[in-house]
């Protein structure tokens, strides 16, 4: 089902600090800025191959990456996995009893249509379903 990694998401304090760091270090260039105001996030997305870094930082103290940022602190937030069919992928999550966090799939950054994983029953990890 998954076809690609869109996305590692990390999450970050300082947004442009972490933009600088990767620039800086490693030469990843900006490829796509956006604030989700649903979500109460600010993304800036660095490609790397045909996949991306995405650096997240919350726009409001009651986003869940600021929550995420005071319990755990920076570093890895979520995997994103590309699907070609995002409702199919989440009805198959369901279907074997696995908590998800989206019952149905929903709008996501960059015009993709995007659905979370709970992390509980994936061993640890909060997985996006990312359809382009
Ligand atoms: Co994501």
Known sequence: MFTEIDHVAIAVNDLEAA??????????????????????????????????????????????VAKYLATKGE??????YRVDDCASALESVKSHGYRVIDEQPRPGSRGTTVAFVHPK????TLIELVQE
């Open 75 to 80: 570093g890895i937030h979520h995997v994103g």
């Open 19 to 64: 933009i600088d760091y990767y620039r800086e270090t490693f030469g990843c260039d900006v490829d796509h800025r956006e604030v989700v105001e649903k979500d109460g996030v600010e993304e800036a997305l660095l490609r790397v191959a045909d996949s991306y870094i995405q650096l997240l930082t919350p726009t409001r103290d009651d986003s869940p």
């Open 121 to 124: 029953t994936a061993f640890g």
